[in-house]
């Protein structure tokens, strides 16, 4: 699986930007998707993620109420869109995704946590000037 992140940018405190990231070499709906950020001299943390079917979605409290994900299934594209953004929102985004379980199910346990997604894109920086 390929995963190409693009969308990210400079934008003032308040504002919004959508990244997208187009995903190939597999059929997207056996894909639950993810989004996660890292800042300079931070850790890799969690922001969104959705599963294959878009029954369930998670978001880090740090975000919850301001972004929103998404994603198209016919198109191979997930969606983060950002609003109210803020200084701290300021690092490289970058998409991933996991194979879905047998199951279906897209536990917020395994959505969380990076390790748990097979594939990863090549991040996308996002700049929030205060």
């Known amino acids: 699986v390929q995963l190409q992140a693009s969308g990210g940018g400079l934008v003032q405190t308040g504002g919004s930007l959508r990244v997208s990231c187009a995903a190939s070499?597999?059929?997207?709906?056996?894909?639950?998707m993810g989004w996660f950020r890292q800042a300079p001299g931070k850790e890799r943390e969690f922001v969104a993620a959705i599963s294959w079917s878009s029954g369930s979605i998670y978001y880090a409290d740090s975000v919850k109420g301001r972004f929103t994900i998404s994603r198209d299934n016919a198109k191979n594209t997930v969606a983060l869109q950002m609003n109210s953004l803020k200084p701290e929102d300021t690092a490289v985004y970058y998409c991933a995704a996991r194979s879905r379980d047998r199951s279906g199910l897209f536990t917020a346990a395994r959505a969380v946590i990076g390790r748990k997604y097979d594939y990863w894109g090549q991040g996308t920086q996002v700049t929030v000037s205060s």
């Open positions: 070499g597999r059929t997207f709906s056996s894909l639950d």
